[in-house]
C-alpha cells in the first residue's frame, strides 16, 4: 500500500511540473502576441490575447484541481498513518500494563517469602551477628520494594490509577518508622536527622499511611543527598482544622548546598507541568509521584531555596479524624510539672525541639552536648541540693556514647540523689540493650521521635504507675478481635501458606490451607460454619480467587462470609474489582504482619464479632 502510494505521487509530481512548464509556454506565446508582425518571421503564429488568456485560466484552473487532489490524497494517508501509530501506541501500552502486572506479582511473590520468613525469624534465638545479618535482609527487602512500587507508580499515574486508602495509623508511628529507615544512611553521611512533632499535631487520623511514609521517605532521602553535612529537619504543624478533618503542613529542611531561584522556578514549572499533562510522564522522576500523591491528598507543594543556604521542601496533606480521637485521653496534665530535667545530645536542634516539648509538658529543663558534660552538670546540682531527677540521654554521641555515660553516672556513689535515667534512640530497644553490659543500668527507654504523648508514657513508667502507651493498646485489642478467629487460607503457594499461617498464629488464629480456588470451595461445603473469614489469593490455578468469589457470592453456601484479597500484582483497578464482586478487604504482597492483623481485625469487628457473641 505504502509503495503504490508512492509511485502515484510521483506521477503526479511528473505531471504537473509537465503542466507548469505548458503553462509557461503559453503565457509566452500571449506575450509574442503584443510584439510586431515582423518579429515573428518564420514562428508559428501567436494566439489572440483573449485566446491565450482563455487558456492560461484553463490550465490554472486545472493546476489547482491537481492540486487540491494530491493534497487530499496526501491528507488521507496522513489519517491512516495517525491511526496506525495510535493502534500501535495503545498496543505498547497494553503490553506495558500487561508486563508491569506481571512482573509485580512474579516479584513479590518470592519477596513476600524474603520479609515474611524475616519477620518469623525475628522472633526465634539469634546473637548479635546473626540479628545484623537479618537487619540488613529486611533493609535490602525494604529498599527493593521500594523500587518495584515507583515502577509502578509511574504506571499509575500515566492511567490515572492511583487510589488513595483511608485506615486509621498512628502518626508517631509513622516517624518512627522513618527514623529507624534512615539511622544508618545518615550516620554513613555524618548527617543528625532531627525530627519535630507539635504537640497540637494529632497523633491518631484516617488516611493513606503507607502513600505518606512513601513522599516522606523520598523528600528525607533527597535532602540526605544534598545535605553537605549537619543537620536535617523533619517537622510536622497542623495548618488548618475543620469538623471533617485536618490539614498538616510536613516540611523537610537540609542545609545543604541549595539552588538558585532560577532552578526553583524551572522545578516548579516542569512539576506543574507535568502534572497538568503538558510533559509526558516519562520524563517523571520520584519528585514528581511525590507531587502528585500530595495533591491526591489535598494538598500542595512548595520549595524554597536560596544557594549555599540549603532548601526546605514542605507539603500539605488531609487527614480525617480518628474515631480513637486526636490524642490518648491524659487525667494528670501536671503531674511532672516539678520535675528538674536534664537533656543530653550533642545535637543543638534535637535539644531545642525536645525542651520545647518538656516546656509544653511544663517541664524546665537544662541541657549538655556531650556524656562528659553532663556528668559535670548532674554532679555540681546534686552538691548544691538542686538535683536533677530526670535525664534524657541520647544513645549515639562521640567519643562518650549514652551508655557508657549512663555507666559512669551510676558508679558514682557520692551522689546523693542519682536522677532517673531515660536512653533516647532512634533504634530498637533490643538492638541497643542485647547482649549489652550496662542495658540494666537503664530505667527507661524513649524511642525517636520524642513525642509530647510518648514523653509522658515514658515518664508514667520511670516515676510510678501510669497510663499506657495508646499505640500498645491497639495489638492487644487485635489479639482479643483476632484471637480464636478461624480462618479458611487460599494460597497455591507453599511458602507464602507458611509466611501467612506463622504471622496469624501469633495473634491466636486458627488457619486452615486450601491450595487453590477448587479446594477452598470443596472445605467451604465440606464444613461451612467451620471459618469466620477466608483469605484469597488472586492467582490460583483451576479456580483463582475472583471466580471462587463470584461462586461464594452467588450461591446458598455462606454467601455473607467475609473475604479477604491477597494479591501479588498491587496494580490500580485490583482493588476496586475486588470489591465490585463482595470482597470485604485487600491486602498486598509483601504483607506486612501489622497491616494484616489490621485488616483481618477490621473485618473481623464488623462481620464476626457480632456473630460469635
Known amino acids: 500500500m505504502t509503495k503504490h502510494n508512492g509511485l502515484q505521487g510521483k506521477a503526479l509530481t511528473r505531471r504537473i511540473e509537465q503542466l507548469e512548464r505548458e503553462l509557461e509556454q503559453l503565457k509566452s506565446r500571449a506575450r509574442g502576441s503584443q510584439s510586431p508582425a515582423g518579429d515573428s518571421a518564420g514562428n508559428e503564429p501567436p494566439l489572440s490575447v483573449p485566446a491565450a488568456q482563455d487558456a492560461t485560466e484553463t490550465v490554472e484552473q486545472l493546476l489547482a484541481r491537481v492540486a487540491e487532489r494530491y493534497t487530499h490524497e496526501d491528507l488521507l494517508r496522513a489519517q491512516e498513518a495517525l491511526v496506525s501509530a495510535r493502534a500501535q501506541t495503545d498496543l505498547a501500552n497494553r503490553t506495558k500494563s500487561e508486563f508491569l502486572a506481571r512482573m509485580s506479582h512474579e516479584i513479590r511473590t518470592p519477596m513476600n517469602a524474603i520479609i515474611g520468613l524475616g519477620h518469623l525469624l525475628r522472633d526465634t534465638s539469634l546473637d548479635s551477628q546473626q540479628r545484623g545479618y537479618l537487619d540488613s535482609i529486611s533493609a535490602a527487602a525494604d529498599s527493593l520494594l521500594h523500587i518495584i512500587n515507583q515502577v509502578l507508580d509511574f504506571s499509575k499515574i500515566e492511567t490515572g490509577k492511583i487510589v488513595l486508602e483511608n485506615t486509621h495509623f498512628d502518626l508517631e508511628q509513622v516517624f518512627e518508622k522513618l527514623s529507624r529507615l534512615f539511622e544508618v544512611s545518615a550516620a554513613h553521611r555524618n548527617v543528625d536527622i532531627t525530627y519535630d512533632l507539635h504537640p497540637d499535631v494529632p497523633r491518631f487520623l484516617r488516611g493513606d499511611t503507607a502513600r505518606l511514609g512513601q513522599v516522606l521517605s523520598h523528600l528525607v532521602d533527597n535532602a540526605l543527598q544534598y545535605s553537605s553535612g549537619g543537620n536535617v529537619l523533619v517537622s510536622v504543624r497542623e495548618e488548618s482544622r475543620q469538623a471533617e478533618g485536618v490539614m498538616l503542613r510536613f516540611c523537610i529542611t537540609d542545609f545543604g548546598a541549595g539552588m538558585t531561584s532560577e532552578q526553583v522556578a524551572e522545578l516548579t514549572s516542569h512539576l506543574k507541568a507535568v502534572a497538568e499533562g503538558e510533559r509526558l510522564a516519562s520524563e517523571s522522576t520520584g519528585l514528581h509521584i511525590c507531587h502528585h ?14 544557594a549555599g543556604k540549603g532548601c526546605r521542601i514542605s507539603f500539605t496533606a488531609w487527614f480525617e479524624h480518628s474515631q480513637i480521637g486526636a490524642k490518648a485521653l491524659r487525667d494528670q496534665p501536671h503531674r511532672f510539672e516539678q520535675l ?17 516539648t518538656l516546656q509544653n509538658m511544663g517541664i524546665e529543663a537544662d541541657t549538655a552536648e556531650s556524656g562528659e558534660m553532663a556528668l559535670k552538670q548532674i554532679r555540681r546540682a546534686d552538691q548544691t541540693d ?87 493498646l491497639l495489638p492487644g485489642a487485635e489479639t482479643e478481635v483476632l484471637g480464636g478467629l478461624r480462618v479458611l487460607l487460599a494460597e497455591d503457594n507453599r511458602v507464602n501458606q507458611q509466611v501467612a499461617e506463622g504471622i496469624l498464629r501469633k495473634r491466636g488464629v ?61 496494580i490500580g483497578g485490583d482493588r476496586e474489582r475486588c470489591l465490585d464482586i463482595g470482597m470485604n478487604g485487600y491486602i498486598s504482597k509483601p504483607i506486612r504482619p501489622e497491616r494484616l492483623y489490621q485488616t483481618l481485625a477490621e473485618v473481623a469487628a464488623t462481620f464476626v464479632a457480632p456473630n460469635i457473641k
Open 293 to 306: 500523591l500530595i495533591r491526591l491528598m489535598d494538598g500542595d507543594l512548595s520549595i524554597k531555596s536560596r
Open 340 to 356: 528538674r530535667a536534664l537533656i543530653v545530645d550533642d545535637n543543638t536542634l534535637a535539644r531545642e525541639i525536645i525542651s520545647g
Open 386 to 472: 538542686t538535683p536533677y531527677e530526670l535525664v534524657l540521654m541520647d544513645y549515639q554521641m562521640p567519643r562518650m556514647d549514652g551508655l557508657t555515660t549512663i555507666a559512669a553516672l551510676k558508679a558514682d556513689h557520692p551522689l546523693r540523689h542519682p536522677p532517673r535515667v531515660l536512653l533516647v534512640s532512634s533504634y530498637h530497644r533490643d538492638e541497643i540493650f542485647q547482649d549489652h553490659q550496662h542495658a540494666e543500668l537503664v530505667d527507661g527507654f524513649l524511642s525517636k521521635p520524642v513525642s509530647e504523648s510518648r514523653l509522658f508514657d515514658a515518664l508514667s513508667r520511670a516515676f510510678g504507675p501510669g497510663l499506657t502507651d495508646p499505640s500498645e
Open 510 to 570: 486458627t488457619v486452615t490451607i486450601a491450595n487453590n480456588g477448587r479446594e477452598a470451595l470443596e472445605r467451604l461445603q465440606a464444613t461451612p460454619e467451620a471459618f469466620d473469614v477466608i483469605l484469597m489469593d488472586l492467582e490460583m490455578p483451576e479456580v483463582d480467587g475472583y471466580e471462587a468469589t463470584e461462586i461464594i457470592r452467588s450461591g446458598t453456601l455462606r454467601p455473607e462470609i467475609p473475604i479477604v484479597a491477597i494479591t501479588a500484582q498491587a
